[in-house]
């Protein structure tokens, strides 16, 4: 991900001040701890300025619309003792200026407004866009007093500055750097001038020391003294390495991002000595570093589709080949070989590129918990499942007891009392055998017969119990397999939301009201799942132009018997394992698909399910809907059926076109 730098604050002030100067505050809404949605309205309409100051996504840009978080603006719960004073003061307030501390990622919002009594006064909201030490500072202009901020800094946590309410704003430490957008070429000249000297002054310092070693070693061979070894450390070593370090090193307002571009556009070689050696590298170089000190930029907004960076210039060799008409320039148009994504503007690169690496970085995060979340679910069914095979493993002597009870009975007359042992025919083995059976002499032979029963008794209940959870913890076990290849199968967040209630409905009641309490309450639980919204089912068209509809998961499926199928329809699954619902829709004019279209629709359950791994061969049942009848409301998705047919399917034979989509993650 490529973080906010100078120059794109820059590229998005010059687009927003003509939209936001001179407009009145209408709401302010507090997105999280760190972030600012100010609404300004004039007679053309809303415009929307966002303020965030978050460590990794901090930025300032316009916004389309007021994002779904920002509804509950007014609920005093839902906001900081920060943002609630910033929406204090700032009501009614107008914007009148806006500026960019030269070169770097500071800018001030000043805000003209009101007291209680018509006192008019200044309020400036200051954005410092600076990774972990990002912070929104709300002070006043004529005291120059802190009002408040998103983040307070106390002394113990910075020696250098302090900021909380109260307290006198003071800028940031700043840099004693040339300022890469003031250069002029006699700067420039003179930083490149200095950066030859240091690499032919390191370059020497490494000739001295390695002769100095080399002669150390002649005189340890030829006299047989004490031999001297001479280490090369940083004293000589190279300042800089690459000319991004020594851009980056040397002026401020430069990122890594940025210096790569100056350099790809430049044509330059990256290293130093190679740039160095080449006379024309210093004149290359400053023909593009002057570019952005003109008063007047040309941006050219464009992003990679993979996210790793963006642009506001568009000086990459690769992009300035690109001729791309005017159609291409469209926002969110990709170039001739998709690689980059090109935007009318640059608010609008801003807003998508960190909307994007947002919704990725969520998406990951709820991915990871849901892993993590079923495997422990997994780990707890393996102890499960092994405690109770032990316990059946252990009533393996089971009938034992029964046996036992049933000689002491057949032999009530020879016990004597106080007995210990019992040694009589075995009449399980037609009396050729002898056993012998250990007696309670506390007890009546009676009473001994009983207590193997008892035992007997007891035993059985046991493994019948061990069993039953056997059967039990192995179907969760199925179950829960079959929602792990699920959700590493899931592409979007709405994918995940969905599995998520399903996993939150496998667990006891008390644990999701817990759940439920943690995050806010039923009403907030229930806004969740208003927002996740019902799953999309997927549906792909065969090549001979039948529908096939896709159930991912066990509510999926459910929903794929009792709101979509009919009667006629074909129904698909893999046999003997979990996995996905398959459906082939069958017109009422026809009476059942054709071969092609139900091969492709097997290869559809196969794939989707536990057991059809890439090139394994499984088998597939398939049948009419009427034939295929739910187990009840407390088993989603689990199903009987009957009439049904087989299909021997090979997954390493290749998918047809229509149904790459589901595979290509």
């Not at 405690?387 to 004597?416: C, F, P, T, W, Y």
């Not at 199928?565 to 996905?580: K, M, R, V, Y």
């Amino acid at each position: 991900m490529q973080p906010f730098d100078a120059l794109t604050i820059r590229a998005v002030l010059d687009e927003a001040k003509p939209l936001l100067l001179n407009r009145r505050v209408d709401r302010v809404f507090q997105l999280a701890r760190d972030e600012l949605l100010i609404s300004l309205r004039s007679k053309s309409g809303m415009v929307h300025l966002l303020l965030s100051a978050h460590a990794t996504y901090g930025r300032i840009c316009l916004v389309k619309q007021a994002p779904q978080g920002a509804k509950n603006d007014r609920a005093p719960q839902n906001n900081s003792n920060f943002a609630l004073l910033v929406r204090k003061t700032l009501a009614s307030a107008t914007l009148v200026h806006i500026e960019q501390l030269p070169g770097e990622r500071i800018v001030d919002f000043v805000f003209s407004s009101t007291d209680e009594v018509g006192t008019a006064s200044h309020k400036v909201l200051t954005a410092e866009i600076m990774g972990r030490h990002s912070n929104l500072i709300f002070w006043d202009k004529t005291k120059e007093k802190i009002i408040a901020a998103s983040h307070i800094v106390t002394k113990e946590m910075s020696r250098q500055r302090e900021v909380a309410p109260g307290l006198t704003y003071k800028r940031p430490p700043g840099q004693e750097r040339p300022n890469i957008f003031k250069l002029t070429r006699e700067d420039f000249a003179n930083q490149w001038r200095a950066l030859k000297e240091n690499f032919e002054h390191s370059a020497a310092a490494v000739s001295v020391a390695q002769a100095s070693v080399t002669e150390s070693s002649s005189a340890s061979a030829g006299g047989g003294g004490t031999s001297t070894k001479t280490t090369i450390g940083p004293a000589v070593a190279a300042p800089f390495t690459t000319v991004e370090q020594w851009l980056i090193h040397t002026f401020t307002g430069l990122g890594r991002n940025l210096s790569e571009e100056l350099v790809l556009a430049a044509e330059a070689k990256s290293p130093v000595a190679e740039a160095l050696k080449d006379p024309a590298s210093e004149e290359k170089i400053w023909s593009i570093v002057k570019l952005l000190g003109e008063t007047r930029l040309t941006f050219k907004p464009a992003m990679k589709s993979d996210l790793s960076r963006f642009t506001v210039l568009s000086l990459m060799p690769e992009l300035r080949r690109a001729e791309l008409d005017t159609t291409d320039s469209a926002q969110g148009a990709p170039d001739t070989q998709g690689l980059w994504k090109h935007f009318p503007a640059v608010n609008d690169l801003v807003d998508d590129y960190y909307a994007a690496v947002e919704a990725r970085e969520q998406f990951q995060q709820l991915r990871e918990r849901l892993r993590n979340e079923l495997r422990s679910e997994d780990e707890k069914l393996n102890s499960r499942i092994s405690v109770a095979s032990q316990h059946v493993k252990n009533d393996e002597h089971l009938n034992d007891m029964k046996r036992s009870g049933d000689l002491v009975l057949a032999n009530l007359g020879v016990i004597e009392p106080g007995q210990t042992e019992l040694e009589v025919d075995d009449l399980y083995t037609g009396g050729s055998d002898k056993i012998k059976i250990k007696l309670n002499p506390n007890l009546t032979p009676s009473q001994n017969a009983q207590w193997f029963y008892r035992q007997f008794s007891k035993s059985r209940s046991r493994q019948k119990a061990a069993k039953l959870a056997l059967d039990e913890a192995a179907k969760k076990q199925s179950v829960v397999e079959t929602q792990m290849k699920q959700l590493e199968n899931a592409q979007t967040n709405e994918e995940l939301r969905a599995l998520r209630e399903l996993i939150i409905g496998r667990k006891p009641a008390a644990v999701m009201q817990q759940q439920q309490l943690n995050k806010g309450g039923q009403q907030h639980h229930q806004q969740e799942k208003k927002k996740s919204g019902k799953p999309r089912m997927l549906s792909v068209t065969s090549s001979d132009g039948w529908t096939i509809y896709v159930g991912r998961n066990r509510h999926e499926n459910d929903q794929l018997l009792s709101k979509l199928a009919q009667p006629n329809d074909i129904w698909l699954h893999i046999l003997g394992s979990g996995g996905a619902h398959v459906l082939i829709r069958v017109p009422a004019s026809k009476q059942e698909p054709p071969l092609n279209t139900l091969k492709e629709a097997a290869q559809i359950a196969a794939r989707l399910s536990k057991g059809g791994t890439s090139g394994s061969k499984v088998r597939v049942v398939y049948t009419q809907v009427k034939h295929v009848k739910k187990l009840g409301k407390d088993k989603p998705g689990q199903v009987r059926y009957e009439n049904e047919k087989t299909l021997e399917v090979d997954t390493s034979a290749p998918m047809p076109k229509c149904m790459k989509q589901l595979f290509s993650h």
